[in-house]
């Protein structure tokens, strides 16, 4: 099994990401990737300039790698990528890129969705939508939690 | 959480203490927080996130965070 989770402050090519997965994936019969974008609207719909993702130095990576460990051990998948942004991120830019890869699709999907729902309740940031008006930290929504609690551990 | 600042060392006894006794220090020295600052915060111990139960030994650091977003 190969797990990789990464932090960066860099831009993010999800097509470059994609490629050299895939070409690392040796023994998989389904890929399943999945890209998260900063939007450029709030939850009411108003303008976001930007987003700001702080981190902790240490915390914030062992909690990627957790995450990518445990949601590739729960679904046996062969080979799964985690690579997420922190610092200043504009509107259409990606935050979190993640593939999973396994001899079937079933466990891929479900595993591409299980590390999504934990990333985005557990993974440590301190996420603020910020325009030249305005600024909000943000948390969890009711959705995210949801989703954490439907995998039931 | 800045109201209380980067750091702080704070008198516990010499056994320690719990991470929630930590807090109630926090509260009983700069009051005028009020209880409603620490809600949702977690606490971290070498590296670790603890729970409010966890033991702290004199001179050990912890450390106070705010909510986390998530990703």
Redesign the interface.
Known sequence: MSVVARLTDGEIRPEILLEEFIAGASGAGAVVSFC?LARGTDHAGARVDRLR?DH?P??TI?S?ERIAVEGAARFGISHCLVV?RHGLIRPGET??FVATASPHRRAAFDAADYLMDR?????????KEESEASGR????TDA?RAGRLRWGD | MERFGPFLQLPVAEDGCSVSDLSRLLLERFPEVGQDALKGVRSAVADEIVTDDHHVAAGEEVEFFPLFSGG
Do not use: C, S, Y
Request: proline fraction near 4%.
């Open positions: 998260g993702l902790h240490r915390l062992r990627l997420h935050i979190v990333l985005k309740t557990e993974a440590v940031f301190w996420k930290w943000i948390e969890p995210d």
